[in-house]
C-alpha cells in the first residue's frame, strides 16, 4: 500500500509497514497513525510536540503515567544481574519469588499460588485451561463449559475471545468456540424492566445465570468469569447485591467463579481489588496492566486452595503441567511488578485514589449529568464512563453507525485529550492513578469543549 504523500515520514512508514491492532486498515491507511514519542507523568507528547493527557493511561493500565524512573531502574538494575531465566521445571528466582508472596499477601480472599503469563489474554487462556485441568483431576470430564457475559471483555486469544462477549472480537473470526457461553449484562440503565428496582434487577441476573446453568446442565459448566466492574464493554457497574447473588447460583452448582481483575486490580475501582469493592469472592483471580503499571509486560493468575490442591495432584500423575509460557515470570517484568507494588504502598496510592476518585467522580455527575447529550454517569474510584445517548429520556443510543463517541473522543484528542470510546459511545475516564485534581480539571474542560463540538456537529 503507498501512503498519502501528505503524511510525515514516520507515519508514511507506518502505514507502509504496520498491521495495527484494534484499527480500521482501511481508514488508517488513509489518516495515519498518531505518533507518540515521549511521556511526561500523565501526559504524553506526539512527534509534533504536542501534548495530550491520557485520560485512559494508554489502555487502562500506565498507573503511574508514563515517566516512572524508579521502575526504569528496576528493569536495568535487573536486567543486569539476570535478563532472562524461566521457570519450568522447577527453575526460580527472585524478583518471581517475592512478587508471587507480595500478590498473595494482598490478594482480596485466600489465595494459595500465583502463575506468570504476559498479558491479560494469557492468564485467562491460562485460567480457562486451570479449570478444564481441574475438573479432569477431580474426574469431572463433561464440567467445562465456561460463562462469559455478554459485553464482557477478557481478551482476544482463541479462548479468551470466545469469553468475551463484543460482537467485534468474534464476527469474521469464527468464534466464540463451541462450550462458551454468554449471560446478560448487569447493566440497570439499559437493562431494567419498568418499574424494576436494582435488587430486583440483580435477583433476575442471577435467575438468568441460572436458568442457563440448568438448561446447559450444571455437570456441563464449570466457570463463570467477570471483571468486578465491566471496562472495555463500557465500564459497566453491576447492580447493588449482584456479586453474592451470582456466587449463591454459583455454589449450589459447583461453579468456579474466576474475577478478572485486569483493569480493576491495584486501586482503579477505589480499593485494592475490583473483587473488594465489588463483593466479588473468586476462586481464581487473574490481573495484569498495572500489576507493573504497563512499564512491562506481565500477567498473573491466582488461585486458590480448592483449585491448587486437585491440579497438583493431576501434576504429579502426569508428570508434569503441561502449560506455561517461555516468558512466565520473566525476572525483568517481575522486578517491574515488584517495584510498582512497593511504590504504590510507599505512595499511599489508595488514599490518592480515595481523594481524586471521589473529586473525579462528582465533578463527572456536577459538570455532566444534565448535558443533553449525556444519559448516565458512571463509575466509582478513578474509573468511570459518560454515555452519549440520542434520546435521554427512553435512554436510547445513536446509531453505531454515527460514531458519536469515537467522533467526540476525536474531538478530545484535538483539545489534547487522549480519550477513548467504548461500545455504546460510552467515552471511558481510566487515568493514571497518580494524576492530579488540577489534571482532572483540565481533562474534563477539553470533555467539555468537545461535547460542544459534537453538539454543533449533530445539528
Ligand atoms: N481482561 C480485561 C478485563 C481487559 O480489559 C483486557 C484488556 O483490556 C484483557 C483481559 C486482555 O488483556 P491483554 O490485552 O493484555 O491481553
Redesign the pocket.
Known amino acids: 500500500m503507498t501512503p498519502p504523500a501528505r503524511l510525515n515520514s514516520l507515519a508514511a512508514r507506518d502505514v507502509a509497514a504496520v498491521f495495527h491492532p484494534y484499527t480500521d486498515q482501511i481508514a488508517h491507511a488513509e489518516n495515519g497513525p498518531v505518533v507518540i514519542s515521549r511521556g511526561n507523568g500523565v501526559r504524553v507528547l506526539d512527534d509534533a510536540g504536542k501534548s495530550y493527557i491520557d485520560v485512559v493511561a494508554g489502555?487502562?493500565c500506565a498507573a503511574l503515567g508514563f515517566s516512572n524512573e524508579r521502575l526504569v531502574e528496576a528493569a536495568t538494575r535487573q536486567m543486569r544481574a539476570l535478563p532472562f531465566y524461566h521457570a519450568f521445571g522447577s527453575k526460580s528466582h527472585e524478583p518471581m519469588i517475592e512478587l508471587s508472596e507480595m500478590l498473595l499477601a494482598r490478594a482480596p480472599v485466600p489465595m494459595s499460588k500465583v502463575f506468570f503469563a504476559n498479558?491479560?489474554?494469557?492468564a485467562?487462556d491460562s485460567a480457562i485451561k486451570m479449570v478444564w485441568y481441574y475438573n479432569n483431576a477431580r474426574g469431572l470430564h463433561e464440567k467445562k463449559k465456561i460463562i462469559g457475559r455478554i459485553k464482557g471483555?477478557?481478551?482476544?486469544t482463541l479462548a479468551?475471545a470466545s469469553l468475551t462477549g463484543l460482537p467485534y472480537n468474534h464476527k469474521s473470526f469464527d468464534l466464540p468456540l463451541p462450550g462458551f457461553l454468554h449471560t446478560m449484562t448487569p447493566h440497570f440503565y439499559h437493562g431494567a424492566l419498568p418499574g424494576e428496582t436494582e435488587a430486583e434487577f440483580a435477583t433476575r441476573c442471577a435467575d438468568e445465570l441460572e436458568k442457563l446453568i440448568l438448561a446447559e446442565g450444571p455437570e456441563t459448566v464449570a466457570a463463570l468469569f467477570a471483571?468486578p466492574i465491566m471496562?472495555?464493554g463500557g465500564v459497566l457497574i453491576p447492580p447493588a447485591g449482584y456479586f453474592p447473588k451470582i456466587k449463591a447460583v454459583l455454589d449450589k452448582y459447583d461453579v468456579l467463579l474466576v474475577a478478572?481483575e485486569?483493569?480493576c486490580g491495584f486501586g482503579r475501582t477505589g480499593q485494592y481489588w475490583g473483587s473488594q469493592t465489588m463483593a466479588v469472592q473468586p476462586d481464581i483471580l487473574?490481573c495484569?496492566?498495572a500489576l507493573s503499571a504497563a512499564y512491562l509486560p506481565i500477567?498473573a493468575v491466582m488461585v486458590n486452595d480448592r483449585v491448587f490442591g486437585p491440579i497438583a495432584e493431576e501434576t504429579h500423575k502426569l508428570g508434569t503441567f503441561g502449560h506455561g509460557f517461555t516468558y512466565s515470570g520473566h525476572p525483568v517484568a517481575a522486578a517491574v511488578a515488584v517495584e510498582t507494588l512497593k511504590i504504590y504502598d510507599e505512595m499511599n496510592m489508595l488514599d490518592h485514589v480515595g481523594d481524586v476518585g471521589p473529586y473525579m467522580q462528582s465533578e463527572l455527575r456536577r459538570r455532566f449529568t444534565d448535558h443533553p447529550l449525556v444519559g448516565e454517569v458512571r463509575g466509582t474510584g478513578l474509573i468511570a464512563a459518560i454515555e452519549l445517548v440520542e434520546d435521554k429520556a427512553e435512554h436510547r443510543n445513536f446509531d453505531a453507525g454515527r460514531k458519536v463517541g469515537a467522533r467526540t473522543a476525536k474531538h478530545m484528542e484535538n483539545l489534547g485529550v487522549i480519550g477513548r470510546a467504548l461500545p455504546g459511545d460510552g467515552l471511558a475516564f481510566s487515568p493514571p492513578l497518580i494524576i492530579t485534581k488540577s489534571e482532572i480539571d483540565e481533562v474534563l474542560d477539553g470533555v467539555e469543549k468537545a461535547l460542544a463540538a459534537i453538539t454543533v456537529d449533530l445539528r
Not at 471483555?153 to 482476544?156: A, D, K, L, V
Open positions: 489502555l487502562w498479558s491479560g489474554s494469557e485467562n471483555y477478557h481478551g482476544i479468551s471483571e471496562g472495555a478478572d485486569v483493569i487473574t495484569a496492566k500477567s
